[in-house]
């Protein structure tokens, strides 16, 4: 090699060095505070592709799933949305006089409880809620940006049909679906809305804390056609256990005051087998279109890079019965209603895995604190499911506690058990063993034969409930 080769070759050289260093130190994890994209799903039930529901058509959160661990046995601690919400942005539980209702209030019910927004602010994170994270709006005044869709009307109706309908004083249908773009309703409005937020995020170049809240597939169940023509209707099929469970108790049932506003939907009594389908199908549409939203939030994360350094957790706030015990919509302790999909991404996890450790809602705010190496404050009710991210096929928990209204629920392995009690008496209660009895068919609490079982399940549910 001659002398000027030799000088070339060393430049050469210097500048990949000079490359490689800067790259390393861009990539190093301990220096560089993780970004957290959290993403709520309202009454969105584990109904997704990757949760083993072939029916539905979800390939965003099924891709989000193979990058990271899914929680098959994730619970709300209470199935009722703004109650939920408080409890998991306090980090604290509900209780049977705290956070009861949709309207449940953090500034009025928890106001000294350090919550995640502010906390997350004192950590010098940058906040942001768009849309609906917590169910009032300006219940948490710590967030930076808190941002919601200008709309006439909840509802957000955009078919002419269910417009004269409300301007008519009437309600409208409990579902639409107009050959419209995604952004005519407000979850397209809020993905275009995020991903503006992730270019602006990146450029300031401080950690952030991007919360984005999908409002479908709550009711109404409106969504653009092209979501629902990916479902033929004649597939559709109502649920095996549409019937009452055998023995359970009338305290178990509800209304399902929620459904019974909209038009064509009877005051009293079951609907008819084709309303029901078409709910049906207007759950699946309202998920998929609400996965089609997801899949362009994460792709603007991997188009700005962020991916390898930001935290994505997606979860629903309770879960919503289709029809299943002859119910609808949430507010009950069967498992439908308290089972929600739980999803997290994070450097240094595992990938497409999923695990049977019990998750509870009131788990997400420790487990974003370890997630993104911050303080946990002492006020935290749950634990960090950090552990099972790392090794999902290890059981580290297996309890969870939910409750509605008068009706406290405890999940022990297996075991799917409440009761309801008043003036601290005892008024009813009922048992499912998931093992021999998963759709929950047939209350065994009443039988002799699980009187030991039960008596052990109620004294472990009272020690929590009455410390
Ligand atoms: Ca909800």
Redesign the pocket.
Known sequence: MNYFKLVLFGFVFFLFNCIVTKENTIKEPSSVKKNLLFIMV??LRPELNSYGKNRIISPNIDALATNGISFNRAYCNVP??GA??ASLLTGIRPTSTRFLRYDASVKKEAPNVLNLVKHLKNEGYTTVSNNKIS?LKKDIEDWDEEWYPFIKGWRNYVSEENIKLEEGGNHGFAYESPNVEDDAYNDGKTANKSIEDLKQLKAAGNPFFLAVGFVKP?LPFNAPKKYWDLYDPKNIELPENFKFPKNAPNTARHSWGELRYYKDIPKKGQVTDKIAKKLIHGYYASVSYVDAQIGKLLNELDTLNLRENTVIILV???GWSLMEHGLWV?HSNFEVALQVPLIVNAPGIQKNKRTNSIAELVDIYPSICDLINVPKPRHLEGESFVNALHNPSKIFKNMAFSRYQKGETLIADNYFYTEWQRKNKTISKMLYDHNIDPNENRNLAIENHYKRIVDSLSHILNKKIKP
């Open positions: 309202d009454d009722v949305c939920s919400r169910h709550h629903g706030d309770h949430k």
